[in-house]
Nanobody
Framework: QVQLVESGGGLVQAGGSLRLSCAAS????????MGWFRQAPGKKREFVAG????????YYADSVKGRFAISRDNAKNTVWLQMNSLKPEDTAVYYC?????????????????WGQGTQVTVSS
C-alpha cells in the first residue's frame, strides 16, 4: 500500500504560481512512477504531468507544457508540481497518483494509488 497526501493548492490570480506537493508513505516510493492529474467540474479527469520512477524523464500534457514542471525526491518520498503562468482554465482538483511501471502512464486507469486531491482555483 502507498498513501499519498497532496498539499499546496489554493486561490491564485491568473499569471501567478503555485507549487503542489505530494507526500508518500508506505511502500518504497522509488518503486513507483508518479503522475499528476486534474479534474474540473463537469469534466473527465485528465493527465497533467508524469515522472519516471528514478526521476529525470518527465511528460506533460500539451496544455501545460512550458508552464508546469514535475519533479521528485525519492529520499524525501515527495513529488512536486510547480505551476507557473496559471490560467483560469487550470482551475481543478489536482491529484497525484502512483503506478508500479517504470514510466508514468497517461491513462488514469493504470494507476494503483491516489491522493485525496487539492483544489486549485485561478481567478481572472
Amino acid at each position: 500500500q502507498v498513501q499519498l497526501v497532496e498539499s499546496g493548492g489554493g486561490l491564485v490570480q491568473a499569471g501567478g504560481s503555485l507549487r503542489l506537493s505530494c507526500a508518500a508513505s508506505g511502500r518504497t516510493f522509488s518503486s513507483y512512477s508518479m503522475g499528476w492529474f486534474r479534474q474540473a467540474p463537469g469534466k473527465k479527469r485528465e493527465f497533467v504531468a508524469g515522472i519516471r520512477r528514478s526521476g529525470g524523464i518527465t511528460y506533460y500534457a500539451d496544455s501545460v507544457k512550458g508552464r508546469f514542471a514535475i519533479s521528485r525526491d525519492n529520499a524525501k518520498n515527495t513529488v512536486w508540481l510547480q505551476m507557473n503562468s496559471l490560467k483560469p482554465e487550470d482551475t481543478a482538483v489536482y491529484y497525484c497518483a502512483a503506478d508500479a511501471r517504470e514510466y508514468p502512464p497517461r491513462d488514469d486507469r493504470f494507476y494503483d494509488y491516489w491522493g485525496q486531491g487539492t483544489q486549485v482555483t485561478v481567478s481572472s
